[in-house]
């Protein structure tokens, strides 16, 4: 089936856009751009398809600005989809998740949903344990992006995001920018701007499984984590305001492990708290985009992406409360732990948290946040 879809996209060389109403090609990961082809709201949404040099495709829809299929070669040179997601647009509406999608205004917690910005109380909508988290139940992910083609190898997606939208202040203009270079490295550009005093923290919320088969856990994969201290977490999965360091835990990735060796280790609290690992990590980095700050490795197809990033920090989440209900591409169920995110941020709960870095944007100031993913084998 592998072979007959991968000659399938290279007799057909894949349309740059898509979103072309007239495309009927399967893309090389075996997507139907007319699953995607529909109206929210009255506004259009497709797929937009992205391919390099060396073969690597990636497919993104406008809805959410969400990467749908990431295709790479393993280490014997087959094409695997390494991402979670759904193979048609309306399980997107349909079933809630965050696969693949460009999280915003706020990515992460706001503890009780509330900010204070000037001295004035913001009551955000509370959507997990009484916290603020994604933006709300109706953030970015489930927004409509105006979509722009750049060239075969990016597309910009941009929201307008309007005063009290989700209760934030401020006219926000944002845009993510998703580039495929040749290299097979997929580099993530978000800018954003306002017209009144506001937050913002935005990343991607890509479920990586390495190994191709999302049947499979990614227990067995190996994650490095360039971090000596970690942002811990009380029972609601909250950030305490304590900043702890990772030797001598289960939390220390500086040495490469398994992300399964301690991942049920529920005697340490952290391990138990996050129902396993879903925890922000604090980056050694010092915001150098050219620094490695994560790598995670699947043995088993020998595909790795690492992770380069100018934000401080990094959550990591281990598919904690995938629990089989859901059915992505291909009808395979996912399951507990069958992807990891590697959402690259400023720490949660910021806001409310003066002495770590800064999330607020002033009129006049552009946002800039950037991620990296790099594959290699």
Known sequence: MKKQLLSLGLASLLVC????????????????????QTEINGESVSLYTLKNQAGMEVCITNFGAR???????????????????????????????????????????????VIVIDGDTIQLPQNNFGHSLHGGPQGWQYKVFKPT???????????????GDANYPGNVTATVTYTLTDDNAIDIKYEATTDKKTIINM??????????????????????????????VDDTFMTTGEILPVEDTPMNFNTPKKVG????????????????YDHNWVLNTNLDVNKLAAKVTSPESGISVEVYTNEPGIQVYTGNFLDGTVKGK???????????????QHYPDSPNKPEWPSVILEPGQTYNSRCIYKFTK
Do not use: W
């Open 17 to 36: 856009s898509c979103g072309n109403k007239t495309a009927t090609e399967l893309t090389l990961s075996g997507l139907n751009p007319q699953s995607f």
């Open 67 to 113: 990467i749908v299929s990431i295709m790479v070669p393993d280490k014997n040179g087959t094409m695997k989809d390494v991402v979670l997601g759904f193979d048609n647009i309306q399980d997107y509406i349909n079933v809630p998740s965050d696969f693949g999608a460009a999280i915003g205004r706020y990515a992460n917690r706001i503890k009780d949903g």
């Open 149 to 163: 083609q750049l060239n075969d190898k990016a597309v910009k997606m941009t929201l307008l995001s309007p005063d």
């Open 203 to 232: 990343t991607n919320h890509s479920y990586f499984n390495l190994s191709g088969d999302a049947s499979k856990p990614i227990t067995n994969d190996i994650l490095y984590i360039n971090a000596n201290e970690f942002t811990p």
């Open 261 to 276: 060796e301690e991942i049920d280790n529920f005697d340490f609290a952290q391990l138990k708290n996050g129902n396993g």
């Open 330 to 344: 291909n009808g395979i169920t996912y399951n507990q732990r069958t992807g990891i995110c590697l959402e690259v």
